[in-house]
């Protein structure tokens, strides 16, 4: 199984990411997509894909961060112009397989919304023009995310939105565009809505991650993540569509290489 989205350069795991890769490994993860966040994440995400060829990366700027590249009313600064350029210049790596990640944010709000906006369709036109898909991060936004994204477009390789929460509306808009679900951790909470809209997708449209060191799923909830957990989520997924977890593996890991490797078709 391929975990399609983790941060092994994260501090949480001390330098020490190729270790915990090792450690995935011997739990049956055959694949990592290191997602960055800002440049000096995205820059660590080149050096670890350069490290290990089952790990890939992405570059992107985080909602989180848009600051970086507009400023509180929306408009890019020189700095973020810079920024992007940087970014395209890291796309050009054939190890790097999307932009990201990027969106929207107003769970947290940690940048003005004006910002987030502007720095997402800078990054979208920035996908488009490297030829890449985008890895998306969505949280407390989908009645805005959705018009947003029709209007700027979607790049022609599409994309996934990672740590899926959106509701039946959001399922279906995505399925209509081509776009994945990133089905995570949160699968296995009790609370979580996230079973029904894994049924309602199919297996055809999942991706599988970890997000770690984040969304620990069951029973390692308050514990530093590891993608040596996929597995957990899988089983759950395969639970949830009633499947046996080697055909939901085969899919998803198909899913991955027809999304991000622009190998292949998206059935196994
Ligand atoms: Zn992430």
Redesign the pocket.
Known sequence: MIDS?V?LDRHEFGGRGLEVAERARAAGVGGFLN?G?DLPSSRASVELAAAAPDIWATVGVHPHDALQLADAEGRLHAEGRALLEALATLAGNPRVVAIG?IGLDFFRDLSPRPAQRAALAAQLELAAAVGKPVVF?VRDAWAEIMPFVDTCGLPPRRGVL?AFSGDEAVVDWALARGLRLGIGGVVTYRQSRLPEMVARAGVEHLLLET?APWLPPVPHRGECNEPARLGLVLDRVAGILQMNPGDVERWTDAGFTALFLDRGDASP
Do not use: G, K, L, T
Request: aromatic share 12%; hydrophobic share 10%.
């Open positions: 989205h941060h997602v966040y990640e991060h990672h997000d």
